[in-house]
Nanobody, 115 residues
Framework: QVQLVESGGGLVQPGGSLRLSCAASRIIFSFNAMGWYRQAPGKQRELVAGITSGGRTNYADSVKGRFTISRDYAKNTVYLQMDSLKPEDTAVYYC?????????WGQGTQVTVSS
């Protein structure tokens, strides 16, 4: 059973920062890729940031230069550092782990950016 446990969400003012964590129940280098998605009310879930097993990263255009995805193999954890947050970043953020045959999802953590 693969579990992804997320933490780090909360309320923050515009311009502030948050760091999301996704702790996996197995060694994360066994996944082909991991990433963060988000879904705002009334909108489709979208990819925010991803990292492949080879270390390549990709970001949604809306977060480039502000968000950074990283991984800690020793802790089996993937992070999303979010800086210069905007109200438009408000959403439920989901951790994803991908293999060739299966996608695993975390429970989601709420990020709210508001004055």
């Amino acid at each position: 059973q693969v579990q992804l446990v997320e933490s780090g969400g909360g309320l923050v003012q515009p311009g502030g920062s948050l760091r999301l964590s996704c702790a996996a129940s197995r060694i994360i280098f066994s996944f082909n890729a991991m990433g963060w998605y988000r879904q705002a009310p009334g909108k489709q879930r979208e990819l925010v940031a991803g990292i492949t097993s080879g270390g390549r990263t990709n970001y949604a255009d809306s977060v480039k230069g502000r968000f950074t995805i990283s991984r800690d193999y020793a802790k089996n954890t993937v992070y999303l550092q979010m800086d210069s947050l905007k109200p438009e970043d408000t959403a439920v953020y989901y951790c994803n782990a991908h293999t060739y045959s299966t996608d695993y999802w975390g429970q989601g953590t709420q990020v709210t950016v508001s004055s």
